[in-house]
Nanobody, 121 residues
Framework: QLQLAESGGGLVQPGRSLRLSCAAS????????IGWFRQAPGKEREGVSC????????NYADSVKGRFTISRDSAKNTLYLQMNSLKPEDTAVYYC??????????????WGEGTLVTVSS
């Protein structure tokens, strides 16, 4: 059974960094498109970053370009999101998701439970 489990969320001050992890089980991340999404209070869920299947290209939402970095550790079967220079508007529940299609879509097949990131002084 395919499972995704996020960790690493918490309360952080503006300008600081945080790294999220997403441990996968039941499948290999190497053969799926995998991504991070987030949902802020009162807002729609949005895509943050994605590693595409078949080629491994990465993409980022404009709001996080230059601050966030997505990466994958094949040996640990874990996806990461390094978040630097955090802003209050980055506050959200962050989800990882996987899908067998060539890239990430809003309706990914499999989702984790999410981890809350709060950026506040």
């Amino acid at each position: 059974q395919l499972q995704l489990a996020e960790s690493g969320g918490g309360l952080v001050q503006p300008g600081r960094s945080l790294r999220l992890s997403c441990a996968a089980s039941g499948f290999s991340l190497d053969y799926y498109s995998i991504g991070w999404f987030r949902q802020a209070p009162g807002k729609e869920r949005e895509g943050v970053s994605c590693i595409s299947n078949g080629g491994g290209s990465t993409n980022y939402a404009d709001s996080v370009k230059g601050r966030f970095t997505i990466s994958r550790d094949s040996a640990k079967n874990t996806l990461y999101l390094q978040m630097n220079s955090l802003k209050p508007e980055d506050t959200a529940v962050y989800y990882c998701a996987a899908d067998g299609r060539p890239t990430c879509y809003s309706d990914m097949d499999d989702w984790g439970e999410g981890t809350l990131v709060t950026v506040s002084s």
